[in-house]
């Protein structure tokens, strides 16, 4: 599968077997996740993996979607504010873009390897920093199960090329 295909082909997954992710699988995965690019290549970013057999509980409190927690495992990609990069024309912080980009990476590599994933962000960041015992300067910034999909892709959505690219000036 080319990545245009991939890309094409990649959903956001609502319903998950309970089938275990495979070792060698995961550490793709999150070998996808390392190589992602960041500002700077400060690589402020940090990927935590739970099972969801052991914390399935206490992860509810973080997403409270039932589906959340019917795949195996779900991850959290956290930012670590002091390590990442800042532009100093005006102090934006580059760290959600970091965390995105490593997110996008983790979702694409699972998908390539026929694993589901959904990205979360509308998730309590309280409950997640309490849950996940983040230590202070650790943010949680999105989360996905990482799972077999035991549903079927919907049809995407997408606007027309010509409404989201401009050519030489807005």
Not at 30 to 46: D, G, I, M, S
Not at 61 to 86: K, N, Q, T
Request: overall charge negative.
């Amino acid at each position: 599968m080319d990545f245009l295909e991939l890309a094409a082909s990649r959903y956001s997954v609502r319903a998950y077997k309970p089938d275990p992710v495979e070792d060698d699988k995961l550490a793709m995965v999150l070998e996808a996740a390392r190589l992602a690019p960041t500002a700077a290549n400060r690589q402020p970013v940090r990927v935590l993996v739970l099972k969801t057999a052991d914390h399935a509980e206490r992860l509810q409190r973080v997403y409270s979607r039932s589906w959340f927690v019917d795949a195996p495992m779900v991850l959290c990609v956290c930012g670590i504010e002091a390590e990442g990069w800042v532009r100093s024309h005006d102090g934006k912080s580059y760290i959600d873009v970091d965390a995105a980009i490593v997110m996008d990476h983790i979702v694409l590599a699972a998908a390539s390897l026929g694993l589901g994933t959904c990205w979360i962000g509308a998730f309590d960041p309280d409950e997640a920093h309490d849950v996940l015992k983040l230590p202070d300067g650790v943010e949680p910034i999105v989360l996905t199960p990482l799972g077999y999909a035991d549903d079927q892709p919907g049809g995407k959505r997408r606007k027309a090329i010509e409404e989201i690219v401009k050519y030489d000036i807005w």
